[in-house]
């Protein structure tokens, strides 16, 4: 890890689960994961958007899942044995599930090594960017998800809950 202090000015050290979507690796930092799981039948809820699959039953408790994919404009889940479910902790103390390619790794980044990502968006377009920072490390970079765009507790919560 030396490799990450080459300035001299150590910052806070964060761990990050390196996961794959689609052919990109992603962070997620270490904090807001409750449990990494295999992938179980989930259980459909009706009259939801097309990237919230369901929900499962999590140690007694239902928790809704979505595909990460999909919320990205990405094509639908290709589940193989090697696909995840994370379950997140939001900041409101609420879990939520969001379905992974693949869990690579645990990273340990110095926050001298973390770059925000900062987007102009002067068309208006009104795209979510889901990325909050770019690490670097000795095999390369990852983008940080930012879990506040990606996991909309509000949407989530109550898509799932109206539905019923």
Do not use: W
């Not at 097309?50 to 589940?79: H, Q, T």
């Not at 930012?146 to 919560?157: F, I, P, T, Y």
């Amino acid at each position: 890890m030396n490799e990450l202090r080459d300035n001299g000015d150590v910052g806070e050290l964060i761990q990050f689960i390196v996961i794959k979507i689609d052919d990109e690796q992603y962070g997620i930092n270490i904090k807001y994961i409750d449990n990494i799981v295999r992938m179980q039948q989930i259980t459909r809820v009706p009259k939801v958007d097309d990237y919230l699959k369901g929900v499962i039953n999590i140690r007694g408790e239902i928790v809704p899942v979505m595909s990460v994919r999909m919320k990205m404009g990405l094509a639908e889940d290709e589940l193989t044995g090697k696909s995840r479910i994370i379950i997140l902790k939001t900041g409101e103390g609420d879990l939520v599930g969001i379905i992974v390619d693949q869990v690579n790794q645990v990273l340990t980044l110095d926050t001298n090594n973390i770059e925000k990502v900062r987007y102009d968006d002067k068309k208006g377009s009104g795209h979510t960017n889901f990325v909050g920072g770019v690490g670097h490390y000795d095999g390369g970079l990852v983008s940080i998800l930012d879990l506040d765009a990606v996991v909309s507790e509000r949407e989530v919560k109550e898509k799932t809950s109206n539905a019923s």
